[in-house]
């Protein structure tokens, strides 16, 4: 893609917000710790997906004994929020990502020296749509009809330009009950296939993904998209997220699978 020179002002502070949120590292800039392997020690993340997916990852069932997928898969269609990357969160936020499927599936990771860009930090935020008006595709964002192929762009370039692993994302569509829109941080992971080009497929940076948990819920769109209404409603409020995370880890580390009634 051709881009426009970017300001040395504005390069140099990119550059800043990047090692500063790479410095701090992402389980500090979470928050702390969160869930972990009993096997390695590797913190642990999970992505929800719909059952035809879902069931690759099963240990048990109908998939048994079959090739399991190598890591998580990496979404290259328009219309993600950060480009072509591997969706997913920490196990801080159990079932943040619920809406996208009943199928939770949680891998294990080393986050440790991934570049960082923190998109919910207002300065790193404002940093970017700089950046974006310094380049040509910038106006097929604003100005025309195809804003969803322009993001995947603008956003695949930029990571690819400064080189992030991570982008670190408040949620952009949610549920009142399963995802805190507030609190809750969304994670797109880069998958490289040399540097400076993103690959497809599945992200390996995601290890020993599986099956861990099946959620008893459906979702609808509403509000155009920007949020998503559980059919049944959970029956018991709040829902403790602390409380999932473990038995979520739980059945992880035992190769077993957890049920989140509604």
């Given at each position: 893609m051709t881009r426009a020179l970017v300001p040395s002002a504005l390069d140099a502070a990119i550059y800043a917000t990047i090692a500063g949120a790479t410095t701090?590292?992402?389980?500090?800039?979470?928050?702390?710790?969160?869930?972990?392997?009993?096997?390695?020690?590797?913190?642990?993340?999970?992505?929800?997906?719909?059952?035809?997916?879902?069931?690759?990852?099963?240990?048990?069932?109908?998939?048994?004994?079959?090739?399991?997928?190598?890591?998580?898969?990496?979404s290259t269609s328009a219309g993600f929020t950060w480009g072509s990357a591997c969706y997913a969160t920490p196990l801080l936020y159990p079932v943040s990502t619920a809406i996208y499927g009943r199928c939770g599936v949680v891998a294990e990771a080393d986050p440790t020296g991934w570049r960082l860009f923190d998109a919910t930090d207002p300065t790193a935020q404002q940093h970017y749509l700089d950046w974006v008006r310094s380049q040509p595709y910038g106006r097929l964002l604003m100005l025309t009809t195809h804003s969803q192929l322009a993001n995947q762009f603008l956003r695949n370039a930029f990571r690819t330009q400064y080189e992030i692993d991570c982008v670190v994302f408040p949620p952009d569509e949610s549920n009142q009950f399963y995802t805190r829109r507030t609190r809750d941080k969304w994670l797109a992971v880069s998958e490289w296939s040399s540097p400076g080009e993103l690959a497809g497929g599945y992200c390996s940076r995601f290890l020993n993904p599986r099956l861990a948990v099946?959620?008893?819920?459906?979702?609808?769109?509403?509000?155009?998209?920007?949020?998503?209404?559980?059919?049944?409603?959970?029956?018991?409020?709040?829902?403790?997220?602390?409380?999932?995370?473990?038995?979520?880890?739980?059945?992880?580390?035992?190769?077993?699978?957890?049920?989140?009634?509604?």
């Open positions: 701090t590292g992402l389980v500090s800039l979470l928050g702390g710790t969160w869930p972990t392997s009993t096997a390695t020690g590797r913190p642990l993340f999970i992505k929800f997906m719909g059952a035809r997916y879902g069931a690759s990852y099963a240990v048990k069932g109908m998939k048994a004994g079959g090739a399991k997928p190598a890591g998580l898969f990496v099946i959620l008893a819920e459906e979702f609808e769109v509403e509000k155009r998209g920007l949020a998503r209404r559980a059919l049944i409603g959970p029956t018991s409020l709040p829902l403790s997220h602390t409380s999932l995370a473990t038995d979520i880890a739980t059945a992880y580390n035992s190769s077993d699978i957890a049920t989140v009634t509604a």
